[in-house]
């Protein structure tokens, strides 16, 4: 029996819950201590260049949105992963495959690669999604290559 996709699902279920953590807490440092917040996703840059905002009311808000986006990002992945990728649906494939994969491709493209933030502050959500992407493709395709069962066929009344 293929169980690829199972593992699949517990890999997305950690990349939600990962962001879901992680969003929550940079919600609260983007309220509190906005300047605290970006020293935090900035690990990557020097510290004078990061700039000192002293809790400007819009960039506050801007970067506690993202964070909540975060958040909701987040759960909606981790919910498939449990309702959808555990049962090898298609469209929780093509949906967990969509969510995580861009706002991973956003953290590549405008965080790690430009070397604001570490890459051993934030290889882990990629790590994890890579994970996810790879067992569950892996998962679809056994599923797709897999003969139908009779006992299926005789459910289904095809003799």
Same mark, same amino acid.
């Given at each position: ?13 950690? +990349? ?6 992680? &969003?929550? @807490? ?11 917040? %970006?020293?935090? $996703? &900035? @690990?990557? /840059?020097? /510290? ?13 808000? $801007? ?10 990002? &987040?759960?909606?992945?981790?919910? $498939? /992963?449990?309702?959808?990728? +555990? ?20 953290? %590549? ?6 070397? @604001?933030?570490? +890459? ?9 999604? /890579? ?5 569950? @493709? ?22």
């Amino acid at each position: 029996m293929n169980r690829m996709h199972k593992v699949g699902a517990v890999f997305y279920l950690l +990349w939600g819950l990962l962001h879901v953590v992680a &969003g929550a @807490t940079l919600v609260g440092s983007a309220l509190t201590d906005l300047d605290g917040h %970006l020293r935090e $996703i &900035g @690990t990557g /840059a020097q /510290a004078a260049q990061l700039p000192a905002v002293g809790g400007h009311p819009v960039v506050s808000a $801007i970067v506690a949105f993202h964070s909540f986006n975060m958040v909701w990002i &987040g759960l909606l992945v981790a919910l $498939i /992963a449990v309702r959808l990728n +555990w049962r090898n649906a298609r469209s929780g494939y093509w949906l967990n495959l969509a969510l995580a994969g861009f706002l991973d491709l956003g953290l %590549l493209v405008f965080l790690l690669v430009p070397g @604001t933030m570490a +890459w051993s502050d934030g290889w882990l959500g990629p790590a994890l999604f /890579a994970g996810g992407a790879l067992f569950s @493709t892996l998962g679809r395709r056994r599923r797709a290559a897999a003969p139908a069962r009779p006992e299926r066929l005789q459910r289904a009344g095809v003799r």
